[in-house]
């Protein structure tokens, strides 16, 4: 489990792994301090390419006025 910033938005990760696959959740709360959840599972023998997608994902995210 880990915790970064982004944009203002602070975020939270889980990540687990199972068989050949690793699972991300991000965590944020929006301006309404409702929890979102954003899930990305991802083939180990895919994780160094999918990873810059799912970072440039999550560094999209802006909250709503």
Same mark, same amino acid.
């Given at each position: 489990?880990?915790?970064?910033?982004?944009?203002?938005?602070?975020? @939270?990760?889980? %990540?687990?792994?199972? &068989? $050949?696959?690793?699972?991300?959740?991000?965590?944020?709360?929006?301006?309404?301090?409702?929890?979102?959840?954003?899930?990305? @599972?991802?083939? %180990?023998?895919?994780? &160094? $390419?999918?990873?810059?997608?799912?970072?440039?994902?999550?560094?999209?995210?802006?909250?709503?006025?």
């Amino acid at each position: 489990m880990g915790s970064f910033s982004k944009s203002g938005i602070k975020f @939270t990760q889980l %990540k687990s792994e199972k &068989e $050949t696959f690793i699972n991300y959740k991000i965590f944020f709360a929006n301006k309404e301090n409702k929890i979102i959840q954003f899930d990305c @599972t991802i083939r %180990k023998d895919n994780l &160094e $390419t999918e990873l810059d997608f799912l970072k440039a994902s999550i560094g999209s995210i802006q909250l709503l006025q």
